[in-house]
């Protein structure tokens, strides 16, 4: 594995560094400790070529200027809290209003925006911060980590681990923007499948109602995403959905989307319960992505893997209460290769 290190740019008198990570295929993805940012994944198409397959930025004006959180990594929480308020041991917080009176995604001072220490161990990058007691509206000194590794197996690997020294909550996943024939067409064109059955009932706002519903009409088992979106007066109304994995092997394939025109494909395994399907109707960027324009909805997807947002407000939801006794650690790999069917 070879690890290269640029600097790219001076955010509150710290540097912010690109990382890229190639494998002995030539593929490789590259990192910023901006945000703790996947920027991209250079994989081949059934011709051979090397393309990005996640939306990114070429430079650190488009991740200073983000607000759809393009390939980052999302913490202390990820998702929204119902009307930015919870209860830990019956005493109640609240937290930023970052989303109408709801908070998403870790609220104001979310680790998109933190830049992080590193150090480079073998074949990874593990990016660190300490988030203080009290950083968003939550409690405890929360010291937290996530490594990205690359092998030759085209294999992505994120592991999250954390610690706090009070009760609190902590849930992260990773925001990458994926399609996979590097926008030669609509994310919408491509097939998905996802091991679920169940999804979680929503209000318009995208916050859980406490019902688990079966997927009906969302159910995907190697369906085009476009054709299970619908048409209304003012455009496609996509999918922010959280489905709940009908089992959960590590060793499983618990979600895989694929290309036609490119026949990438790309396998995820978690040891999260489910995961957040978002088809990136509110995409939108200022700056000039990697692929030569500014990015509009539909453009790529996210599978964000996790635990069932709100659940502190929905007892009988698995609990995401971190301990001082306990330690945090979960994983998700994103495998690309080839479809041969």
């Known amino acids: 594995m070879k690890i290269s290190k640029r600097d790219i740019g001076i955010v509150d008198q710290r540097n912010v560094s690109l990382f890229r990570l190639t494998n002995n295929h030539g593929s490789y993805i590259e990192l910023i400790n901006y945000g703790a940012t996947l920027v991209s994944a250079v994989v081949p198409d059934k011709f051979g070529e090397l393309e990005n397959v996640v939306l990114g930025f070429p430079s650190l004006d488009g991740y200073l200027n983000d607000c759809c959180y393009i390939g980052s990594t999302i913490g202390r929480y990820a998702n929204r809290i119902g009307n930015a308020s919870l209860k830990i041991d019956k005493k109640k917080y609240q937290l930023d209003r970052n989303d109408n009176i709801n908070t998403n995604h870790g609220g104001f001072s979310g680790f998109h925006s933190k830049i992080f220490d590193w150090r480079i161990e073998k074949d990874s990058i593990i990016f660190y911060c300490k988030s203080p007691d009290g950083e968003g509206g939550l409690p405890g000194n929360l010291q937290f980590s996530v490594t990205y590794s690359w092998n030759?197996?085209?294999?992505?690997?994120?592991?999250?681990?954390?610690?706090?020294?009070?009760?609190?909550?902590?849930?992260?996943?990773?925001h990458a923007y994926f399609n996979l024939s590097a926008l030669k067409e609509s994310a919408l064109e491509q097939s998905l499948a996802i091991r679920s059955s169940n999804i979680?009932?929503?209000?318009?706002?995208?916050?859980?109602t406490g019902k688990i519903i079966p997927t009906g009409k969302l159910k995907f088992w190697n369906n085009r995403i476009m054709d299970k979106i619908s048409w209304q007066a003012n455009g496609f109304k996509g999918i922010n959905s959280y489905y709940i994995f009908d089992e959960n092997q590590r060793d499983k394939v618990q979600c895989c989307l694929v290309s036609g025109l490119s026949s990438r494909k790309?396998?995820?395994?978690?040891?999260?319960?489910?995961i957040q399907l978002y088809t990136g109707d509110y995409l939108d960027t200022r700056e000039i992505g990697m692929h030569g324009l500014s990015y509009k909805p539909f453009d790529g997807i996210c599978?964000?893997?996790?635990?069932?947002?709100?659940?502190?407000?929905h007892s009988h939801f698995p609990s995401i209460i971190l301990r001082p006794e306990d330690r945090?650690?979960?994983f998700i790999t994103y495998k690309f290769s080839l479809d041969t069917n």
């Open 152 to 174: 030759d197996n085209q294999e992505l690997s994120i592991k999250y681990w954390a610690e706090t020294d009070k009760p609190t909550i902590a849930y992260f996943t990773n």
């Open 328 to 330: 945090y650690e979960e």
């Open 266 to 274: 790309l396998d995820v395994f978690t040891s999260y319960p489910g």
């Open 303 to 313: 599978l964000e893997c996790q635990h069932y947002p709100d659940s502190t407000n």
């Open 200 to 208: 979680l009932e929503n209000t318009e706002d995208f916050i859980p």
